[in-house]
């Protein structure tokens, strides 16, 4: 039981405590699951985090997940997953509840909509960042270019487009690892 | 009540095929606000600001606060539990398999086709919190006029806030809300 307990709290203290998510959740994990409960080596975790980031949805929750199975089985890997979600679920219910208490008065709109050229900035730079790790080649750039083009012009589902896009890479890589055991040869 | 299980399947959906972290939640967002306009660019740019500026991962503040705006507590519960019910699943099948999905190239390709296309993606999400929060395209198209339809203030504010990020990279994010919200008071934008 003290399991369950400790994978909970340790899993909540990490959702509390990490701005952003993703990367900026490592220091953390290192420190709970490593160092003090033991649940796994630093390798296991950089594995984790690795197949978190090629698997659907959000890294810290794919984290937690492995983990928590590891220790405690399927049970253990939800009691993670609750933990590391509950902080987000108090915190933006409270401000929710202050926005929609607030959003009418003229003064907290004009602040609104500066904070939305904030995003526009923030977004900006996390574009770029995310340009110079994905698009390293012409193939990826013509993916790139596409899903753009495609998600901007076509009515096509973002679903249907994941898809079209995996399968896209699948092609790509097949056809770049057979040119490159062609030239060896 | 049919309109709570659609919101819930519709997360569902995005945990389901959101690969590669919360900012690639943002295009499934934009979809479902373009299809049922249950919130609108506006909502969706207060959520990224509010998730940027709160402890968590992105995706799971942003599911939370729309679930919230719809349906009160329980819409942000079951929003948030849709959203990451796919990745307990996935993550527990895959937990039997671990070096055989680590080591697969079939897995491999796939991802290196995804990791671009998702930018591509965001980056359409993010051309329309552009038009919305820097342009005024509902003035320019009715009077015309294209002077019209650039929102100087939002602009001028946009490009000094950047070069600011730019020059101070360490600047935290909460930061440059915190200085635009300010400056949105100050200047009534």
Redesign the interface.
């Known amino acids: 039981m003290k399991v369950y307990l400790d994978l909970f709290v340790s899993w909540f203290k990490m ?8 990367y900026a ?1 490592l220091p953390m994990i290192q420190r709970e699951v490593i160092e003090k409960h033991h649940w796994a080596t630093e390798d296991e975790v950089m ?1 984790y985090y ?13 984290t937690a ?2 983990i928590g ?2 220790v405690k089985g ?1 049970l253990g ?2 009691i993670a ?1 609750l933990g ?2 509950s ?3 108090i ?3 409270l ?3 202050l ?2 208490n607030f959003s009418q008065l003229e ?1 907290v709109q ?18 770029e960042k ?2 110079k ?3 390293t080649d012409v193939w ?2 013509l ?10 012009f076509t009515d096509l ?3 249907i ?3 079209l ?10 056809v770049k ?1 057979r040119k490159k055991g062609g030239e060896q040869a | 009540m049919s309109t709570f299980f659609l919101m819930c399947w519709e997360f569902f959906k995005t945990g389901l095929f959101a690969v590669g972290g919360g900012l690639a939640t943002i295009p499934f967002l934009q979809e479902m606000s373009a299809k049922y306009g249950w919130f609108t660019v506006q909502d969706l740019s207060t959520m990224i600001a509010v998730s940027e500026s709160t402890p968590g991962p992105i995706g799971i503040n942003m599911a939370t606060y729309i679930g919230n705006h719809m349906f009160g507590f329980l819409g942000g519960t079951a929003a948030t539990l849709s959203l990451v019910a796919p990745s307990v699943i996935v993550i527990i099948i895959i937990a039997g398999m671990l070096e055989r999905f680590r080591d697969s190239k079939a897995v491999k390709g796939v991802f290196e086709g995804l990791r671009p296309a998702v930018v591509g993606f965001i980056l359409t999400a993010v051309v329309s919190i552009y038009v919305s929060s820097l342009l005024f395209v509902d003035a320019w198209k009715a009077s015309g006029s294209i002077a019209d339809l650039f929102n100087w203030k939002a602009l001028l504010l946009f490009a000094a806030l950047l070069a600011f990020y730019k020059w101070k990279s360490k600047v935290h994010p909460v930061m440059i809300i915190f200085i635009a919200a300010l400056c949105g008071m100050i200047f009534a934008f």
């Open positions: 959702g509390l405590f990490t701005f952003g998510g993703g959740m594995d690795a197949i978190g980031q090629c698997t659907p949805g959000i890294i810290a929750v794919n997940t492995f199975y590891k399927i890997g939800i997953t590391v979600v902080p987000s679920l915190i933006i219910t401000i929710t509840a926005i929609s003064i004009h602040a609104l909509r500066g904070i939305q050229v904030a995003v526009c900035v923030l977004m900006f730079t996390a574009i995310l340009l790790k994905g698009v990826t750039f993916i790139f270019a596409a899903a753009f083009l495609l998600s901007s589902s973002t679903v487009l994941v898809i896009a995996g399968i896209a890479g699948y092609v790509m890589f097949t690892s």
